[in-house]
């Protein structure tokens, strides 16, 4: 690839630019004139891709399948602080959500609540932070009791399981090849 190179999108069918390529260090983008197989860059300022979209020559469009992401483990109840962060949050997790293809965000029909669910603690709080430093929305997060997203052990098999003193109850479960 190369910098103003006119590439397909093969989700859309549109058109990119390729203007500025760059090498990823860190924080820091250093320009370069091309990328070769196998190696990793980055592109600014393009239309309409999305993460997880193929860019490819006019003349072959190969489609690559979607990467498969790990679904969400934890869930936190977020809620706006002032009437102002409430109507620019919208706008604000739906851009997030397109850069970030492993988080959910949904409303509980039990609780009314709005989820935000992501693989973990760290994760959640980190676009926590990242709607209050790019958007300037602030938010609050509150520990939900009833989670509806699965948690790990809830799929594992059940078995018997017999005490002295007790009568049989159902475990889960947790060993290595029985998942």
Known sequence: MKNDANLVNARTGGTERLAHIGALFGK????????HAGDIGGVAKLKESLTGDTLDDKGSLIT????????????YAVSAKTRNDEDRMGNAVHKILEEDLSLRFYRDPQTKEFLLAGT??????????????????????????????????????????????KPAATASLAIAGFA
């Open 28 to 35: 820091v983008i250093q320009p370069i004139a091309e990328l």
């Open 64 to 75: 690559f399948p979607k990467v498969q992401l790990p679904e969400p483990s934890i869930a």
């Open 120 to 165: 973990g603690q760290q994760h959640v709080e980190i676009i926590t932070s990242r709607l209050k430093k790019r958007y300037s929305v602030d938010v609050e997060l509150q520990r939900t009791q009833d989670s509806p997203i699965a948690k790990p052990f809830a799929a594992r098999p059940k078995c018997r399981v017999a005490t002295r003193n």
